[in-house]
């Protein structure tokens, strides 16, 4: 949930960027745009991490792929109900979305371990 919570101090930042520099339309379309991204982010990790602790593996695959799926769907669904009841500014609104994903991706590089052909190996 710590990923979750990076993608909601960036959506507040960014909201507060842009109500102050374009107005108050651009300010909620980020924070629109970035709730979005963190809804669906929470939905994949309350899903995802549903398996017990030592469960096979193959079940917290399960898990993961019907948390993803459930992801995109959710964010698919938001959007739709986005466009239909309001009206955006869609480069706040997408520019925060994107924005919210900056913190998915440093966060999941920072989980992995070191790629084999990096420096530290090469030091062997």
């Known amino acids: 949930m710590s990923v979750v919570l990076g993608q909601v101090v960036i959506t507040v930042l960014a909201a507060a960027i842009c109500f102050a520099v374009w107005g108050r339309t651009a300010g909620l379309s980020a924070l629109v745009g970035g709730g979005i991204s963190?809804?669906?982010s929470a939905v994949l990790a309350l899903i995802g991490f549903a398996a017990p602790?030592?469960?096979a593996a193959e079940r917290v695959a399960r898990t993961f792929y019907v948390g993803e799926a459930t992801k995109i769907a959710v964010t698919v669904v938001?959007?739709?109900?986005?466009?239909?009841?309001m009206k955006v500014s869609f480069p706040a609104l997408f520019g925060t979305y994107i924005a919210t994903f900056f913190v998915y991706w440093i966060a999941l590089a920072n989980a992995l371990p070191p790629l084999a052909g990096t420096a530290s190996a090469a030091k062997r």
């Open 38 to 40: 963190a809804i669906a």
């Open 53 to 55: 602790a030592g469960a």
């Open 78 to 85: 938001l959007f739709v109900i986005v466009f239909m009841t």
